[in-house]
């Protein structure tokens, strides 16, 4: 009997998107349909989140690293010691991109001076040139000519193209005598300049009213590839 009184009834049907209609009993005379909705379990994941991952001890020296600017140079001291200098590798890089990201300039040229001090450390252009843009950005003018300071120091691999959206980057913000430095560099390091290089060299000095530097860097490229750069006034005239 009991067995009776528990009887469900049947399922009616199961439509494309998983909603299963069961006839309700109301009356001797019909029936009433009722539907149950049943969530298709993957659509509850959380969708796929791209961009920067910063675990929880990054995220905290972030956090610790700006307040302690606020309060001094002994405070910074300590988040440094007690914070920084424990992190491992990935979480030492991304607190210097998070900072660089949020136009942190001094805090981020301090951690990339801790970052130079560690056996892993590899120099890489890039990054070169984002401190250079948040250096500049910020005013930290003399931070950007120690940061190019370091470069004289480093042991860099052939990275022509790296090597153009630096002197395109020192040039955009007025640098002029340090692009003539990275150039030399550039070469030193056995980056052979392509024609975007002496494109960049070119405008970026005449924008910037530098003639004469200007002048000498066509008369090499004209030597460079034995003959009149025809690649520049081409590119000028796309512009």
């Given at each position: 009997?009991l067995?009776?009184?528990?009887?469900?009834?049947?399922?009616?049907?199961?439509?494309?998107?998983?909603?299963?209609?069961?006839?309700?009993?109301?009356?001797?005379?019909g029936?009433?349909?009722?539907?149950?909705?049943?969530?298709?379990?993957?659509?509850?994941?959380?969708?796929?989140?791209?961009?920067?991952?910063?675990?929880?001890?990054?995220?905290?020296?972030?956090?610790s690293?700006?307040?302690?600017?606020?309060?001094?140079?002994?405070?910074?001291d300590?988040?440094?010691?007690?914070?920084?200098?424990?992190?491992?590798?990935?979480?030492m890089?991304?607190?210097?991109?998070?900072?660089?990201?949020?136009?942190?300039?001094?805090?981020?040229?301090?951690?990339?001076?801790?970052?130079?001090?560690?056996?892993?450390?590899?120099?890489?252009?890039?990054?070169?040139?984002?401190?250079?843009?948040?250096?500049?950005?910020?005013?930290?003018?003399?931070?950007?000519?120690?940061?190019?300071s370091?470069?004289?120091?480093?042991?860099?691999?052939?990275?022509?193209?790296?090597?153009?959206?630096?002197?395109?980057?020192?040039?955009?913000?007025?640098?002029?005598?340090?692009?003539?430095?990275?150039?030399?560099?550039?070469k030193?390091?056995?980056?052979?300049?392509?024609?975007?290089?002496?494109?960049?060299?070119?405008?970026?000095?005449?924008?910037?009213?530098?003639?004469?530097?200007?002048?000498?860097?066509?008369?090499?490229?004209?030597?460079?590839?034995?003959?009149?750069?025809?690649?520049?006034?081409?590119?000028?005239?796309?512009?």
């Amino acid at each position: 009997m009991l067995s009776s009184l528990l009887r469900f009834p049947p399922l009616s049907y199961t439509n494309r998107r998983g909603e299963i209609s069961r006839p309700l009993p109301t009356s001797e005379k019909g029936k009433m349909f009722i539907t149950i909705t049943m969530r298709d379990r993957s659509k509850n994941r959380k969708p796929i989140q791209r961009g920067r991952y910063l675990s929880i001890e990054a995220i905290q020296a972030v956090q610790s690293l700006k307040r302690a600017q606020v309060d001094g140079r002994e405070s910074l001291d300590r988040v440094f010691e007690s914070k920084l200098r424990r992190l491992i590798k990935t979480d030492m890089v991304a607190v210097l991109k998070e900072l660089l990201n949020q136009e942190e300039g001094l805090l981020a040229f301090q951690v990339f001076e801790e970052i130079r001090k560690e056996y892993w450390y590899k120099p890489q252009l890039l990054l070169y040139v984002d401190m250079i843009s948040v250096l500049a950005s910020s005013g930290l003018h003399e931070k950007v000519e120690k940061v190019c300071s370091f470069l004289k120091v480093e042991y860099l691999e052939p990275d022509t193209e790296g090597f153009n959206l630096l002197l395109k980057k020192l040039l955009e913000f007025g640098f002029t005598q340090l692009s003539m430095d990275c150039f030399r560099l550039m070469k030193l390091w056995e980056s052979e300049p392509d024609e975007s290089t002496y494109s960049i060299l070119i405008n970026g000095l005449d924008s910037k009213g530098e003639k004469d530097l200007s002048f000498s860097v066509r008369l090499e490229a004209e030597n460079y590839f034995g003959g009149p750069i025809d690649f520049l006034e081409e590119k000028e005239e796309l512009v």
